[in-house]
Nanobody, 122 residues
Framework: QVQLVESGGGLVQPGGSLRLSCAAS????????MRWYRQAPGKQRESVAN???????TYADPVKGRFTISRDNAKNTVYLQMNSLKSGDTAVYYC????????????????WGQGTQVTVSA
């Protein structure tokens, strides 16, 4: 029942911008860290950005200064604003989050979204 659903992917020209969203839904008590990963064709999945429950963000070197991760805790949603996009940013982008879904335990489980395609091409 708990799921992460990404949206906002698409085709954009080099130098353009896109904003990805990922909404967590279901029986969620609280959310810890939220993250974005990406996987390009023929490559391993890699971390893009991470944001803590308190709003502290970290970024992979290839996207620093171009991408911004943010979250709206009231909406259980994480965003990825991507500017100055390059062809090398073409990938399927995945949302990932640590969710607490039961009052019987204080532990968090890790969940993945289904991914959204981002294609940067002229």
């Amino acid at each position: 029942q708990v799921q992460l659903v990404e949206s906002g992917g698409g085709l954009v020209q080099p130098g353009g911008s896109l904003r990805l969203s990922c909404a967590a839904s279901g029986s969620i008590i609280s959310i810890n860290a939220m993250r974005w990963y990406r996987q390009a064709p023929g490559k391993q999945r890699e971390s893009v950005a991470n944001i803590t429950s308190g709003g502290s963000a970290t970024y992979a070197d290839p996207v620093k200064g171009r991408f911004t991760i943010s979250r709206d805790n009231a909406k259980n949603t994480v965003y990825l604003q991507m500017n100055s996009l390059k062809s090398g940013d073409t990938a399927v982008y995945y949302c990932n989050a640590d969710l607490r879904t039961t009052w019987r335990s204080l532990s968090y489980n890790n969940y993945w979204g289904q991914g959204t395609q981002v294609t940067v091409s002229a």
